[in-house]
Nanobody
Framework: QVQLVESGGGLVQPGGSLRLSCAAS????????MAWYRQAPGKQRELVAS???????NYADSVKGRFAISRDNTKNTVYLEMNSLKPEDTAVYYC???????????????WGQGTQVSVSS
């Protein structure tokens, strides 16, 4: 069984910074893509940033230049460094991974439980 466990959320003032972490555990053979999504109240879940196993990254326009995604393949962990936070960044942030478990020939999509990020003065 695979688990994605997020940490690092919290309350921060506008202009502040937070670092989210997500560790994948279980019988993992390979992880092709890790990503962060977010969902604000009353809105659809949206992609924030993603990173492939080849270290290619992709960002939502709203976070470009402020957020940075990275991964540590030795720890099956993805990070999201968030700087210059704005009130509109307030949301539940979800970790996502497309991975293949041992004894499987296909990759599947997995989600973490989410961590709240609140930006307010």
């Amino acid at each position: 069984q695979v688990q994605l466990v997020e940490s690092g959320g919290g309350l921060v003032q506008p202009g502040g910074s937070l670092r989210l972490s997500c560790a994948a555990s279980g019988s993992i053979l390979s992880i092709s893509r890790m990503a962060w999504y977010r969902q604000a109240p009353g809105k659809q879940r949206e992609l924030v940033a993603s990173v492939t196993d080849g270290s290619s990254t992709n960002y939502a326009d709203s976070v470009k230049g402020r957020f940075a995604i990275s991964r540590d393949n030795t720890k099956n962990t993805v990070y999201l460094e968030m700087n210059s936070l704005k009130p509109e960044d307030t949301a539940v942030y979800y970790c996502n991974a497309i991975l293949r478990i041992t004894d499987s020939t296909i990759s599947r999509n997995y989600w973490g439980q989410g961590t709240q990020v609140s930006v307010s003065s």
